[in-house]
C-alpha cells in the first residue's frame, strides 16, 4: 500500500506574484525582512525622538557636546516657558493659532477640490492643448517657490490682496503638485468604468463626486499631507505685515529668537509645530494604506 509522503515540517508563506506564479519565503525570510523594517523604521524616528528629548532637557543639558539622545533630568519647564511667553504676547495667541488653522483647511481643500477637478478632463478627455498643458504643469514642478518670489508679490500687489488671507490661500489653491499628482492617479481609472456610467444616465458631475473621487481617495489623502505640511508651516511674512493676521510660525519663532536663553522654549516649540502634520499623517497614513489596497480597479 502506497505510504503518503510527509511535508516538511518548515514552514512556508505562499504568496502570489504579480503573474500568478506562487512566491515562497520561508520564516527566516520573513524575519529577515522585519529585522530590516525595523532598521529604518528606527533611523527615520530618530529625528523626532530627538527633537522630543531636547524639548524635555535642562538648560545645562541642551549644550552638552557631543549631544545626547537621552535626557538625565527630564522637566516639562520648557513647555512652561514657552506658553509663559505667548502669554505675553499683545496680540492674543488664540489668533496666531486661528489664522494658521484657517489658512491650513481653507488652502487645503481648496487645492484638493481645483486640483482634482483640474485634473479629470486632462486625464480622461482630449482636446486641443491638453498635452501642451499637462507638459507645463509637469515643466512647472522644476521651479523652486524662490524663484518665483518677485513675480508672486508684483501679482499679489497689484490684486491688492497684501496683507489679506488671500495672498496666501490663492496660490496654494493652484500649487501645481495637486494637478500632477491627481492627473496620475485619475489616468489609471478605466475608462469603461466611465462609459457605463454615462450608459446609465449618469451626468458629469455625478460622475466626477460619485466615482472618480472615491476611487482615488488615495491620491486626495496624500495630497492633503502634502498640502496641511506646506500650509501649517509657512510664515507668511512676505505677504502679510498686521499682526493680527501673523501665523503660529511667525509667533513662535519671534518668541524663540531671544538667543541661549530661550532655546528650551525653542525646542518645546519644534516639538508644538510637529504635532498637527504627524497627526495628520498618522490618520491619513491608514486610509491611503487601505484604499490603495481595496480600490485597485483594473478593466
Not at 510664515?235 to 536663553?261: D, R, V
Amino acid at each position: 500500500m502506497a505510504t503518503k509522503l510527509e511535508t516538511p515540517k518548515k514552514r512556508f508563506h505562499f504568496f502570489k506574484s504579480k503573474a500568478g506564479n506562487r512566491v515562497n519565503r520561508s520564516t527566516s525570510g520573513d524575519l529577515g525582512v522585519l529585522i530590516f523594517l525595523i532598521f529604518f523604521a528606527v533611523i527615520m524616528a530618530l529625528p523626532l525622538y530627538y527633537a522630543i528629548i531636547q524639548s524635555l532637557k535642562p538648560l545645562n543639558e541642551l549644550y552638552i557636546f557631543p549631544p545626547r539622545l537621552y535626557v538625565t533630568d527630564p522637566t516639562m519647564d520648557n513647555y512652561a516657558d514657552l506658553f509663559r511667553l505667548m502669554s505675553n504676547s499683545w496680540v492674543p495667541f488664540s489668533r496666531y493659532i486661528f489664522n494658521t488653522v484657517m489658512i491650513t483647511v481653507v488652502g487645503t481643500f481648496g487645492h484638493i477640490i481645483l486640483a482634482s477637478m483640474a485634473a479629470y478632463p486632462l486625464a480622461k478627455y482630449r482636446f486641443p492643448g491638453s498635452t501642451a498643458f499637462a507638459n507645463i504643469v509637469r515643466f512647472s514642478l522644476m521651479f523652486n517657490a524662490t524663484v518665483l518670489t518677485i513675480p508672486a508679490y508684483i501679482i499679489m500687489a497689484a490684486l491688492g490682496w497684501i496683507d489679506t488671507y488671500f495672498a496666501v490661500i490663492i496660490p496654494a489653491f493652484g500649487t501645481s503638485l495637486g494637478l500632477y499628482l491627481m492627473q496620475n492617479f485619475m489616468t489609471d481609472l478605466p475608462d469603461a468604468l466611465f462609459d457605463a456610467a454615462k450608459i446609465d444616465g449618469a451626468k458629469e458631475g455625478r460622475i466626477f463626486w460619485k466615482i472618480v473621487m472615491p476611487n482615488v481617495k488615495s491620491g486626495w489623502l496624500t495630497l492633503m499631507i502634502f498640502s496641511v505640511q506646506s500650509l501649517w508651516n509657512t510664515n507668511n511674512g512676505m505677504y502679510i505685515y498686521s499682526e493680527p493676521l501673523k501665523t503660529l510660525p511667525y509667533a513662535i519663532s519671534q518668541i524663540t529668537s531671544g538667543g541661549y536663553a530661550r532655546a528650551g522654549a525653542s525646542s518645546a516649540a519644534v516639538v508644538i509645530m510637529m504635532l498637527v502634520p504627524i497627526t495628520v499623517f498618522i490618520i491619513s497614513q491608514s486610509n491611503v494604506l487601505e484604499t490603495m489596497a481595496k480600490s485597485g480597479i483594473k478593466e
